[in-house]
């Protein structure tokens, strides 16, 4: 039934991002996209096409992909000669799966929670992440990928604009976060192009935005990486007070904040990454 859809530009296999074939799929298995799931299914071929491209994938690389959906992106991953890992929550889609990327041999699907599985097991070797994140946990599935020191290389993610704003963000902006400190302190970001909500079905009421993560090692070193994480969250908790007053309602120690090399009376927006390992080594003293 699925052969009489368009096929793949380069294969004979039908292809999954398009809206007539997306809506063809979801009523022959009888579903609707979930909300509470974050489902928002890719239908545009030409940006699967440009998310594999920013992934720049050679043939026989590892990809980890969140959240496979009914297969839209999977199926471009698949195509660029990528092996896929593919992670996904919703017990009805692996029937869909079956049947919509039958036939491709490079892939392998995984059912469950990606913030239970232990990925450090799943992806033993260098591989790439390439995901239309759900967005009601893409700060979680971020800070999994990069603070548990996974042999990832890149990280290709669709996120809510606003979110990609404050990955990508600076020192000295409203919008620099505990997030913006994670992401750049162990990779270096840029955001790639954005996504309108047509190329969505159901269409998000937002727009999107691809961002591409090149992780590397942090730039300088961090004596203890879960401490400095504590240091940078607490120093944001509370954006609009100064360093002393935030980090002292965490019970840091006032002294060692005083004396820290610091100015104390900044505010956590202000500090690069280098200040806040500073800060944190001693913090740690
Ligand atoms: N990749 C598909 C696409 O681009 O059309 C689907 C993307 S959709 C935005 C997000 C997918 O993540 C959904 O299929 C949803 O069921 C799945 N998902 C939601 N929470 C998840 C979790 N905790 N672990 C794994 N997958 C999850």
Known sequence: MLNELVPCPLSLHPLIADPSATKHILRRFKLRAVKGLGQNFLIDAQI??????????????????????????????????A???????????????????????NFRLI????????????????????????????????LALLEKNLPVTKIVTMVQREVAERMTAVPNSKIYGALSVAVRLRSQPRIAFD???????????????????????????????????????????????????SLTASGFNREKILTSGIDSSLRAENLSLEDFAKLSAALKS
């Open 111 to 142: 059912e469950g929670d990606v913030l239970k599985i232990n990925l450090s097991e799943l992806m033993p070797k260098a591989f790439k992440v390439a995901a239309n994140l759900p967005y009601y946990i893409t700060t979680q599935i971020l």
């Open 48 to 81: 699967v096409r440009r998310i594999v491209e920013a992934a720049e994938i050679s043939p026989g690389e590892d990809v980890l992909e969140i959240g496979a959906g009914i297969g839209s992106l999977t199926q471009g991953l698949l195509e660029a000669g």
């Open 195 to 245: 996504v309108e909500p047509k190329s969505f079905l159901p269409p998000p009421e937002i727009t999107s935005s691809v961002v591409v993560c090149d992780v590397r090692k942090p730039p300088f070193e961090i004596v203890d990486e879960e401490f400095f994480t504590k240091v940078v969250r607490a120093a944001f908790a509370q954006r609009r007070k100064t360093l002393l007053n």
């Open 83 to 105: 092996n896929v890992t593919a992670i996904e929550l919703d017990k009805k889609l692996p029937a869909v799966l079956k049947e919509t990327l039958a036939g491709y041999e």
